[in-house]
């Protein structure tokens, strides 16, 4: 296994940290679960960057690393809308966009083409990744008996009226659009021609 996919595979056992931590409902657990989930999505940006620079491209790391991703995310999604933070058909539309654009990669594969990954795609993940981040940092410091600088500066980011849902909204917006031109790319196969 080489270098980038060990990272993949990393990041599917900081996902699995993440979940145990976070089921602690403690700030300790938050605060823990918070990180992983940090390192585990830089991971994300890291292993493909790696695997284009070093030519380790493989089949596996095509399978997993949009797997562990979506794993990670999707994790995620489910945490906030537990605790409150995310309305529950935001993470359903989101994960349906996701088992949308893998099952038409697997129409793809077994027709012997490829659907890339469109930057409206890598900024959909960035939009999430942000309100994700910020949507942990608020459940960790409300977590908290009390909140000095220079955590005050995070609370008052994550806990204003801007950061999160502009991200969400963002985030949601580039899903539907995303998912909408993976559609649209794919419609000849969907037509099985």
């Known amino acids: 296994m ?3 996919n060990a990272i993949t595979v990393s990041r599917l056992f900081l996902t699995a940290g993440f979940i145990l931590f976070v089921t602690k ?3 300790w657990g938050f605060f823990v679960a918070l990180i992983l989930f940090i390192i585990a999505a830089i991971s994300d940006f890291v292993d493909g960057w790696l695997a284009r620079k070093m ?3 493989t089949p596996l790391g095509k ?3 949009p797997l562990a991703d979506k794993i990670l995310v999707c994790s995620a999604f489910i945490v906030l809308s537990a ?5 529950v058909w935001v993470t359903t539309l989101i994960m349906g966009r996701e088992f949308l654009v893998t099952g038409l990669r697997q129409i793809a594969i077994e027709a012997g083409q490829v659907i890339a990954a469109d930057r409206l795609g890598k900024w959909k993940t960035a939009f999430q990744l942000t309100y994700l981040i910020a949507g942990m940092i608020k459940l960790t410091l409300d977590k908290m ?3 000095e600088p220079p955590l005050s500066y995070l609370y008052n980011l994550t806990n204003g009226a801007w950061l999160l849902p502009i991200s969400l909204v963002l985030a949601v917006g580039l899903t539907v659009i995303s998912g909408w031109n993976y559609i649209w790319s794919s419609r000849y196969l969907l037509r099985g021609s």
């Open 2 to 4: 080489n270098l980038p």
């Open 25 to 27: 409902e403690s700030t």
């Open 55 to 57: 030519n380790q491209v």
């Open 63 to 65: 399978l997993l690393d």
């Open 83 to 87: 605790e409150g933070l995310c309305p």
């Open 145 to 147: 008996e009390s909140v």
